[in-house]
């Protein structure tokens, strides 16, 4: 579901659908349905009781990466060996080129290696359009995990490559 279409819903539900959406657990099923950014953009902004349920709910917190999956404890994963682990497509959009993974993969969005180019990386972020949404102390996207299983190690290499002297 798209923001466009909750801006579309312009006249107010039935009673029945809004009796169904006030029972937290109908709302929970339905929204983990909802795509990622609509339920972090959108969904928040529609009530406050609508806020208080995706704040509260664990699976609506897992689907938007800011809590751990279940069954994935530290000592659970081991990401170095034939990694499988979903990257968060919200920080993909946001942080493009530091994920090398199709945000419209079939197999869903997976993290085999990060290999970045730091300069090229760094200057395609979105940050020049909204700049200081990004710098927000409390910016969602500083509170979320990358991956699911929660990354435990990361590694930085520096590799410089220097031209040919003439």
Known sequence: MSSKLL????????PLVARALSIVEVLEAILLHVDQRTLLVACLRVSKA???VIR???PLQQRLFFRPAPGFGPDDHDCFDDCLCPVNPLLHWGFPGWFHAAPDSSDGDMCMELTVSIGECFLALPWKKHAAAWRRKEASWRRMEVTQPPTRALAVLWQLTY????
């Open 7 to 14: 801006r579309r819903a312009a006249h107010p539900p039935s």
């Open 56 to 58: 509260e709910s664990l």
């Open 163 to 166: 031209g040919a002297s003439g």
């Open 50 to 52: 609508w806020n208080e």
